[in-house]
Structure formats: structure tokens, C-alpha cells
């Protein structure tokens, strides 16, 4: 390959967005499911307070995988169904609502994926060319 060429991705730019914003979708998913960030506290039979960190999924149960999908879904609808632009604006659309509804929870952690998908309608669909 000469050294002035840059290889093609077969991807347009847009294309790798939305691509971003899955992945940034489901690492939130995953950290706002099983990382460590609350805390429980009880007290022990000698009348000791305990502190103990737990995952999302061990305070809440198991229904949180639920609300915890759905930003996964919104941004990978774009990737998984046809290439359409009124699809990705549909679904960036419901992922920044998304994200302003559930602000007060875990709706923060989406955010980077939210703004990666209103970046991706933004962006041209052109491939790139050698």
C-alpha cells in the first residue's frame, strides 16, 4: 500500500457512530448492572453497623436488566436494521429522552452513547475512498 493512501473501512462515517454508540450502550449497561456503585448497610448481631458495595442487579433484582436494555436496543436499531437516516434520528431521539428520564437513576451513564448516536445523524453517509 502506498504510503499516501489510508485504507478504506467500508464504513461511512456515520456508520462507525452508530457503531460507537452501541458499544458505549452496552459498557454503560454493564457498569450500571454489575459494577459495585451502591451501598448496603445493616448491623451485625454484636450490634456493629456493616457497610457492604453491591451491584444494581443485587439491590434491585433482577428486573433492572430491563430498563438497563433499552438503551442498548436504541442504539444498536440503527446497526441491526437498515441503514436509514429517519431510523437513526427515531432512535437518537428516544435515546436522549431516555437519558433525561431516567437522569435522577442511571440515566447519566447512557449519555455518552446518546451523544454518540445525535453525532452519528449529524455526520455524512459517505464511505470512504481510497
Known sequence: MPADSTPTTGRSPRQVAHLVATVLA????????????GVETSMSGSGEEVVRRVSFVESQGPWVL???AVPV??????????????IAILTAGLLLVFVLVSLASFGLFFLPAALAAVTAVALPDRRRRR
Not at 436496543?73 to 429517519?86: F, H, K, T
Request: proline share 10%; with cysteine.
Open 26 to 37: 452496552i459498557v454503560a449497561a454493564l457498569v450500571v448492572a454489575l459494577a459495585p456503585l
Open 66 to 68: 430491563g430498563p438497563c
Open 73 to 86: 436496543g436504541l442504539a444498536a436499531a440503527p446497526v441491526m436494521l437498515r441503514d436509514s437516516r429517519a
